[in-house]
């Protein structure tokens, strides 16, 4: 895929992140997940993001599914605080993670947009 300048920047620095804390296969866990993240979130939002708390939001993330990578399928919703989460946001996360049923992602968004909830994209 190809990012413009400003996203190509935000991936460089956050892998070298995720190289200085992490194992080589770790760093390059966390750098596809990022890559995933980006394609699905408006540049208005990842811009909008402090670079520690995107940084948390995927690590947060990776922890999550790595630790329950048994399920078929994780749901988490909560309010990041920086104490318990390593990140902050202003905004109510839902996270999902599931094999290969990309209807479920889908029939949550329409969900979430029948009762007017705003997604990043």
């Excluded at 200085?20 to 866990?29: E, H, L, M, W």
């Excluded at 999550?64 to 605080?81: A, E, H, T």
């Excluded at 990140?87 to 889908?106: A, N, Q």
Aim: with cysteine; charged share 25%.
């Amino acid at each position: 895929m190809h990012y413009n300048e400003r996203t190509q920047a935000l991936i460089e620095k956050l892998t070298s992140m995720f190289k200085d804390k992490f194992s080589v296969q770790n760093a390059k866990d966390l750098e596809s997940l990022l890559k995933a993240y980006i394609r699905v979130i408006s540049e208005k939002e990842l811009y909008s993001r402090e670079l520690l708390d995107l940084y948390g939001s995927i690590v947060s993330f990776w922890k999550y599914i790595y630790k329950n990578s048994d399920n078929d399928l994780l749901v988490r919703v909560y309010n990041p605080v920086y104490e318990q989460n390593g990140w902050v946001s202003h905004h109510t996360v839902i996270e999902m993670s599931c094999y290969d049923s990309p209807f479920i992602v889908d029939s949550l968004m329409m969900l979430m947009s029948s009762i007017g909830i705003v997604t990043g994209k």
